[in-house]
């Protein structure tokens, strides 16, 4: 008897969970969702990842719980999401690193494309070509000239091997055929002092990196990197515009999940991000750092993801950028 | 007038009421690690650097600065009163101190080493406002070149100046070097020396490293000594020395403050050096030189001034070049980094409000520790009391929430039990774990900025003496490494080391 009753309680039981469980796609999501930033606090991926966290939890109705997971250039977070269960509680923000990466190293432990899911592309931020006062340019046709007159004499600075700012430096080199010397800083941020006294005449800088020191004219800014001018530097032309057709370098951002995202899970997140993305407190949080808002579908998105792979994969085979010694 | 315009920056960032709590907070904390024996502000610092990293760099830097000062003032009070030196810049005050608080004179020891100390903080932060702006000047003519050539005299300094052997010294200074080669190289972008695992990506962590050497090592060394349960004095009496004893006292204050804020300033130096020099002196050049010894208040007043003035001016190379004349200043440096500044004459014209609000926070710092640390004596006597099989596990557990926290990554904190063993064999060895610090603080930035001057040369090995300041510095580099190398000179320096 005891033993009957004891098995119609685990039935039950089992009956309960199996109903919790089917109910749970319906309602999610029914707990935190954690977002993980592959990069250390202070940066704009953390900026822009915490003010993002904030508004698509309130459009979900659950906190997103922000959690930086730095290390190896953004490969260790990122690893850790592709692994992760894709039941939509663990989501990743990234930047272009996660393109770049499989080209550039020997080998990383994600497969993009095999692995992680785009959700949505959440913001695009040109950046901004800034060069040395030293050099007397004051507009890019002048800078190019100048570089054309003087090959080999220019260097460049960038945030380190294969970020955003040192692929933009050598697609210049590759579009115009000016020569020039990749000098490698920690951040774009520790190489303004040797820009300003000259000892490296240009860099290819995030905005956020650049205005502190293009305000009062410390450093130069001449051009933007995006398809259209940006509000940060209204004044200033693209580089396409100036002459470079087709030149475009976008540090966009976009969330990804693992995997076999339920259907239906994927649509309630994709929405509740662009809910996020049309709010005035996160536009205004965003333009802070140079950044604007740029929804996608999840198609839309995996689409640009995968054009982006494609444009630096060429980039590097090109510039044969490798770690090497 | 600038150095008002400064101050006045200086001021307006200290004085908000964050700022102000994380000042007392740090020096509260300072205070009580330097009362404790066997735990001091290197290990504290190292404790709170993941904590600190929440909090804007101004606070974060203000409070840890705090800890340091503020174990200055702690390490005293143990010193006169168990006869165990609170901090290790306080061995000296023991000698005369405890004398005194056996002949029941314990609370002007207590005052007079307060009021040393606030004189001495006080000469001292003006020094560190008077010598920086000149520094700061040169902020824009420090290219990669210069970098190198000053990290250089930097090491070479660490080496001579470091106690007991120079042969160990340099062994350690170059396992250091060796230990900040690990990691993605950032002109190759190659990974070097990482063995296949990941967790090394970035190097060996640097708040591991230091939490194992300066925590977990440090309490397995004070393990292994016996507990000393030494008979607390906690008969004060009237803190406040007479008029006579201050009059007594005021050369061996200004003697100590000045012999402490020279020797500050040089790398290796800090509150330590200072003390020891200032007690020497003191003994030589002081009216009654016998009293010594015996219970001297000016034995406490002058090693207490300048373990102050030396805690402070040693933040000159730090703040000004970025370079740390000890161990606590190089994790302030590991603390900025993180906070993604780079350290160097360029701090002060581009963080003028951090700057100069760490230095204004300093002189506010020693102020309330004299308002605080005078009423509050019996209550660090009290804490004396706490048993080791308490404080010891916390750390314990401290150091490794704190490891972990810094990347939320488990395999730092199997980094930290490696470099614990490791550091605990180091002195064991008799081998000084500071030099090993520097040298992995500084190596990174050295490399890093030789292959950057040599890039921008074209391969150019000239330029480091082409360029006046960084040939200055290879030259100043070249005389220390001179000075060591010649037999009397290397004697005497044992000999002062052995004192």
């Known amino acids: ?325 | 007038m600038d150095f008002l315009t400064n101050l006045a920056t200086g001021f307006s960032v200290a004085l908000t009421v964050t700022n102000l709590l994380y000042c007392f907070a740090g020096v509260l904390l300072g205070t009580l690690v330097g009362v404790l024996p066997g735990i001091g502000p290197v290990t504290t610092v190292a404790m709170l650097l993941p904590f600190s990293f929440t909090l804007p760099p101004e606070s974060a830097l203000i409070m840890l600065a705090g800890i340091y000062y503020g174990a200055q003032y702690g390490g005293s009070t143990t010193a006169i009163l168990v006869n165990i030196p609170g901090e290790a810049s306080s061995v000296v005050t023991t000698i005369d101190g405890h004398k005194m608080a056996l002949a029941g004179r314990a609370g002007p020891a207590l005052g007079i080493a307060a009021l040393g100390s606030f004189f001495a903080g006080c000469v001292a932060t003006v020094l560190v406002v008077v010598a920086a702006p000149p520094l700061a000047s040169i902020a824009l003519s420090f290219g990669p070149a210069e970098y190198f050539s000053l990290m250089v005299c930097g090491l070479v300094a660490a080496i001579v100046l470091a106690r007991g052997s120079v042969i160990k010294a340099l062994g350690m200074v170059v396992l250091g070097l060796m230990f900040g080669l690990v990691g993605s190289d950032i002109n190759s972008g190659i990974r070097r020396f990482t063995f296949g695992f990941r967790g090394l990506a970035d190097g060996i962590e640097f708040v591991a490293l230091s939490m194992a050497i300066y925590g977990l090592a440090d309490i397995a060394l004070n393990l292994g000594k016996k507990e000393e349960n030494a008979e607390v004095h906690s008969k004060i009496g009237r803190v406040w020395p007479t008029l006579a004893d201050i009059k007594y006292c005021i050369p061996s204050i200004l003697r100590g403050t000045t012999l402490g804020s020279i020797l500050g300033v040089l790398p290796g130096g800090g509150a330590l050096l200072a003390a020891f020099a200032a007690y020497t002196l003191e003994k030589k050049v002081a009216k009654k030189p016998r009293r010594f010894g015996h219970g001297d208040i000016r034995g406490v007043a002058a090693p207490e001034s300048a373990n102050n003035a030396g805690a402070q001016t040693s933040f000159i190379p730090m703040l000004t070049l970025g370079i740390p004349s000890n161990p606590t200043m190089a994790m302030m440096i590991g603390a900025m980094m993180i906070h993604g500044i780079s350290p160097g004459p360029r701090v002060m014209t581009e963080r003028p409000g951090l700057f100069w609000g760490v230095i204004v926070s300093m002189w506010l710092g020693n102020l309330m520790l004299v308002i605080l640390n005078l009423p509050l004596v019996g209550m660090w006597v009290k804490l004396l009391r706490m048993p080791y099989r308490l404080l010891y596990p916390s750390i314990v557990v401290f150091c490794c929430i704190g490891t972990y926290t810094v990347n939320s990554n488990l395999f730092d904190v199997y980094v930290m039990a490696f470099f614990a063993v490791f550091g605990y064999v180091c002195v064991k060895l008799d081998c000084e774990p500071a030099p090993l610090i520097l040298g992995f603080v500084l190596g990174p930035m050295m490399e890093e900025n030789l292959r950057r001057s040599l890039l921008i040369s074209r391969g150019d090995a000239m330029v480091f003496v082409q360029e006046p300041i960084s040939l200055f510095f290879l030259i100043v580099a070249a005389g220390l490494l001179l000075i060591v190398a010649l037999p009397t000179i290397r004697k005497t320096r044992e000999e002062a080391m052995q004192e």
């Open chain 1, 1 to 325: 008897m005891t033993t009957k009753l004891r098995m119609s309680t685990i039935a039950a039981a089992i009956g309960l969970s199996l109903l919790s469980t089917a109910t749970f796609a319906q309602s999610y999501p029914t707990k935190p969702v954690k977002l993980v930033l592959p990069y250390s606090p202070g940066g704009v991926v953390d900026f822009i990842g915490r003010t993002l966290a904030q508004h698509v939890g309130d459009a979900l109705g659950q906190p997103v719980v922000a959690e930086n997971r730095p290390g190896a250039g953004g490969i260790v977070g990122t690893d850790v999401v592709a692994r992760a269960q894709p039941d939509g509680y663990t989501l990743l923000l990234m930047d272009p690193a996660i393109v770049i990466n499989p080209t550039l190293q020997e080998s990383v432990p994600y497969d993009l494309f095999k692995q992680l899911d785009t959700v949505s592309v959440v913001s695009s931020s040109p950046l901004v070509l800034v060069v040395s006062p030293g050099l007397n340019v004051k507009t890019f046709a002048e800078f190019v000239a100048y570089g054309k007159a003087n090959p080999g004499k220019l260097n460049f600075a960038s945030a380190g091997i294969g970020t955003t700012p040192h692929l933009a430096g050598e697609l210049y080199k590759q579009s115009t055929g000016i020569v020039a010397t990749h000098v490698p800083y920690k951040g774009i941020g520790a190489s303004y002092t040797d820009m300003m006294s000259n000892k490296v005449q240009f860099a290819f800088s995030s905005i956020a990196g650049a205005l502190p020191f293009t305000g009062d004219n410390r450093v130069i800014a001449l051009a933007t990197t995006g398809e259209t001018r940006n509000d940060v530097y209204a004044d200033k032309p693209t580089v396409a515009e100036s002459g470079i057709k087709g030149f475009s370098v976008d540090l966009w951002l976009a969330v990804f999940a693992p995997v076999g995202l339920p259907a239906d899970v994927k649509t309630k997140l994709n929405a509740a991000i662009k809910t996020a993305l049309e709010k005035p407190e996160l536009k205004a949080a965003f333009a802070k750092v140079g950044a604007s808002p740029r929804g996608t579908t999840p198609d839309v998105g995996a689409a640009f993801v995968k054009a982006d792979f494609e444009k630096w994969k060429k980039v590097i085979v090109e510039g044969k950028i490798k770690p090497t010694n």
